[in-house]
């Protein structure tokens, strides 16, 4: 494909970052470094681009970070932890306005590293800038919530929600700013201390942001580190000073970090993992819909989105129907580079991926699938087609994997039962799409779906958003709840201070509220 990059999108000097962030400095590094390549190419004949090069850190910067986390925590009793909500929140709103001046650069950044359409790239950005302001504002309602006292049996209690200590926070390349920080920005609101390190793809987006970080929050709230999660992440976690173990990734990485903890009793889990998310498509189900939905659902950001459907199951009486208007809408996407107008399929960002797919291709058609799309499994130097495959059986491997790319599994079924048995014997339990007219037959089926997976998504294609639902899973899929609300109570604890009835405690707290001598006994709020 011709490589035509309009001027504002052209890498015209590598980002070499030599910075990271510890204990409130932004420190100069000057060890081994690695360079940062995007699969999209700059040149007429193909080849990946280089974009520049990020620290190559290993356990005594992750132990410098760890130290720095600890002391500004305090054992709980640090500045951050126990300062002023309004003060955390003021900090807070410092930072989201500069982050708001590095738009075009993140996009930039955004289309380069990881392929995402410029759309998607702005919506990423402007969806993170939303949350971490939605975030402020459910933060201030739910001070305004717990500045009261209750009493009950003759005892007075002043509770609210306290941080948990240090938290590691670990996001994933395919939403690496907006997933990553609704992680890191209610974690770090409500208190805590963190040490970040980005993912491996999605990384050079992240520098924009270290100053300021480190201008508006005080030293060692947030430390920002570069290199390898073996390197970086599983010596912090074999010193058992982790308090939260904060990912979105997948369940293997997660269970390796876990396992390195030597108290994992004491270890909170915030965890967006792996889902094999399925659509369920009914005889009566409305086609022009079901198949606008599906092609959204299953080839968004191709597919590379624990959101994404990544098996369809689909009626018998309708297969045929389905598969040959699905698999043309497939064919006719346009692909392109990110900043090309109406590219929806762009190039995967993991030079191993195409192969990986291919294989998954290769072992259907093995076991008796065929491609029914003409363009399925084409190759470019940087991308696979998405071919569709069908009769997709459970022998298969795009059956049991979580493919995270662009090919599409089709298993057709004659009883509700069938996808219902497959959904419940899964190890995921994200979300699930259901397309149908009939109440009588939708009913039952919300109800038994429900159970087995945390969001039914009627005549919808699955998606997170928006950020105020409940974002989770069930079983290998998840662990805590993301979402604006839930979010900050993931991150924090229920903590009170307790009194009997009695005239001294009265005088007592009389005289704090008065004095306003302490931070957590107070009934002031910000309106």
């Given at each position: 494909?011709?490589?035509?990059?309009?001027?504002?999108?052209?890498?015209?000097?590598?980002?070499?970052?030599?910075?990271?962030?510890?204990?409130?400095?932004?420190?100069?590094?000057?060890?081994?470094?690695?360079?940062?390549?995007?699969?999209?190419?700059?040149?007429?004949?193909?080849?990946?681009?280089?974009?520049?090069?990020?620290?190559?850190?290993?356990?005594?910067?992750?132990?410098?970070?760890?130290?720095?986390?600890?002391?500004?925590?305090?054992?709980?009793?640090?500045?951050?932890?126990?300062?002023?909500?309004?003060?955390?929140?003021?900090?807070?709103?410092?930072?989201?306005?500069?982050?708001?001046?590095?738009?075009?650069?993140?996009?930039?950044?955004?289309?380069?590293?990881?392929?995402?359409?410029?759309?998607?790239?702005?919506?990423?950005?402007?969806?993170?800038?939303?949350?971490?302001?939605?975030?402020?504002?459910?933060?201030k309602q739910l001070d305004r919530n717990a500045a009261k006292f209750q009493k009950h049996d003759g005892v007075y209690a002043h509770v609210k929600r306290g941080p948990l200590g240090v938290v590691l926070c670990l996001?994933?390349?395919?939403?690496?700013?907006?997933?990553?920080?609704?992680?890191?920005?209610?974690?770090?609101?409500?208190?805590?201390?963190?040490?970040?390190?980005?993912?491996?793809?999605?990384?050079?987006?992240?520098?924009?942001?270290?100053?300021?970080?480190?201008?508006?929050?005080?030293?060692?709230?947030?430390?920002?580190?570069?290199?390898?999660?073996?390197?970086?992440?599983?010596?912090?976690?074999?010193?058992?000073?982790?308090?939260?173990?904060?990912?979105?990734?997948?369940?293997?990485?997660?269970?390796?970090?876990?396992?390195q903890h030597p108290k994992s009793n004491r270890l909170r889990l915030v965890l967006g993992l792996e889902a094999k998310n399925p659509a369920i498509i009914l005889p009566d189900a409305d086609l022009d819909l079901t198949?606008?939905?599906?092609?959204?659902?299953?080839?968004?950001?191709?597919?590379?989105?624990?959101?994404?459907?990544?098996?369809?199951?689909?009626?018998?009486?309708?297969?045929?129907?389905?598969?040959?208007?699905?698999?043309?809408?497939?064919?006719?996407?346009?692909?392109?580079?990110?900043?090309?107008?109406?590219?929806?399929?762009?190039?995967?960002?993991?030079?191993?991926?195409?192969?990986?797919?291919?294989?998954?291709?290769?072992?259907?058609?093995?076991?008796?699938?065929?491609?029914?799309?003409?363009?399925?499994?084409?190759?470019?130097?940087?991308?696979?087609?998405?071919?569709?495959?069908?009769?997709?059986?459970?022998?298969?491997?795009?059956?049991?994997?979580?493919?995270?790319?662009?090919?599409?599994?089709?298993?057709?079924?004659?009883?509700?039962?069938?996808?219902?048995?497959?959904?419940?014997?899964?190890?995921?339990?994200?979300?699930?799409?259901?397309?149908?007219?009939?109440?009588?037959?939708?009913?039952?089926?919300?109800?038994?779906?429900?159970?087995?997976?945390?969001?039914?998504?009627?005549?919808?294609?699955?998606?997170?958003?928006?950020?105020?639902?409940?974002?989770?899973?069930?079983?290998?899929?998840?662990?805590?709840?993301?979402?604006?609300?839930?979010?900050?109570?993931?991150?924090?604890?229920?903590?009170?201070?307790?009194?009997?009835?009695?005239?001294?405690?009265?005088?007592?707290?009389?005289?704090?509220?008065?004095?306003?001598?302490?931070?957590?006994?107070?009934?002031?709020?910000?309106?």
């Amino acid at each position: 494909m011709k490589t035509i990059i309009p001027e504002e999108f052209q890498i015209k000097e590598t980002i070499d970052y030599k910075t990271y962030l510890v204990d409130g400095e932004l420190k100069k590094w000057s060890g081994n470094t690695t360079q940062v390549f995007s699969t999209i190419s700059s040149t007429e004949d193909y080849k990946p681009t280089l974009l520049g090069s990020i620290p190559d850190m290993g356990e005594p910067e992750a132990m410098d970070a760890l130290n720095a986390a600890t002391k500004a925590y305090g054992r709980g009793q640090g500045v951050w932890p126990t300062m002023h909500v309004k003060d955390r929140i003021g900090c807070m709103e410092a930072f989201v306005k500069k982050m708001e001046t590095k738009r075009e650069v993140i996009v930039k950044l955004l289309m380069w590293e990881i392929g995402k359409s410029l759309p998607d790239s702005q919506k990423e950005f402007d969806r993170t800038v939303e949350y971490i302001y939605d975030t402020i504002e459910d933060y201030k309602q739910l001070d305004r919530n717990a500045a009261k006292f209750q009493k009950h049996d003759g005892v007075y209690a002043h509770v609210k929600r306290g941080p948990l200590g240090v938290v590691l926070c670990l996001g994933p390349y395919n939403y690496p700013l907006n997933e990553t920080f609704a992680l890191l920005i209610p974690a770090i609101i409500m208190g805590n201390t963190a040490i970040f390190k980005p993912a491996k793809h999605g990384v050079l987006l992240i520098t924009p942001l270290l100053e300021a970080f480190q201008s508006c929050f005080p030293k060692g709230v947030i430390n920002i580190l570069f290199g390898r999660g073996r390197a970086v992440a599983a010596p912090i976690m074999q010193t058992g000073k982790v308090d939260v173990l904060a990912l979105i990734g997948n369940s293997k990485s997660a269970n390796a970090l876990q396992n390195q903890h030597p108290k994992s009793n004491r270890l909170r889990l915030v965890l967006g993992l792996e889902a094999k998310n399925p659509a369920i498509i009914l005889p009566d189900a409305d086609l022009d819909l079901t198949i606008d939905e599906c092609i959204a659902g299953t080839l968004s950001f191709n597919g590379q989105r624990c959101t994404a459907l990544k098996v369809v199951y689909v009626h018998e009486d309708i297969a045929e129907e389905f598969n040959k208007r699905f698999s043309k809408r497939v064919d006719e996407l346009k692909f392109g580079n990110p900043w090309d107008d109406g590219a929806k399929l762009t190039p995967l960002p993991e030079p191993e991926k195409p192969a990986y797919i291919q294989g998954l291709i290769d072992d259907a058609l093995l076991k008796g699938a065929k491609i029914l799309n003409k363009k399925g499994g084409e190759h470019a130097d940087n991308y696979i087609w998405p071919a569709v495959l069908y009769p997709v059986t459970k022998d298969m491997n795009v059956y049991q994997e979580e493919q995270f790319g662009p090919v599409i599994p089709i298993v057709p079924f004659k009883d509700i039962e069938e996808p219902l048995d497959d959904m419940a014997e899964s190890n995921y339990g994200q979300q699930v799409s259901l397309f149908g007219k009939d109440v009588y037959a939708l009913a039952p089926l919300i109800d038994s779906l429900v159970n087995l997976v945390c969001r039914v998504n009627l005549n919808s294609s699955c998606q997170r958003g928006p950020d105020v639902y409940p974002f989770t899973g069930r079983k290998d899929s998840a662990q805590a709840t993301l979402s604006v609300h839930d979010a900050l109570r993931s991150f924090s604890i229920r903590t009170f201070v307790a009194f009997k009835d009695n005239d001294l405690n009265t005088e007592i707290i009389e005289q704090l509220l008065d004095a306003k001598l302490s931070n957590f006994v107070s009934t002031d709020y910000i309106l």
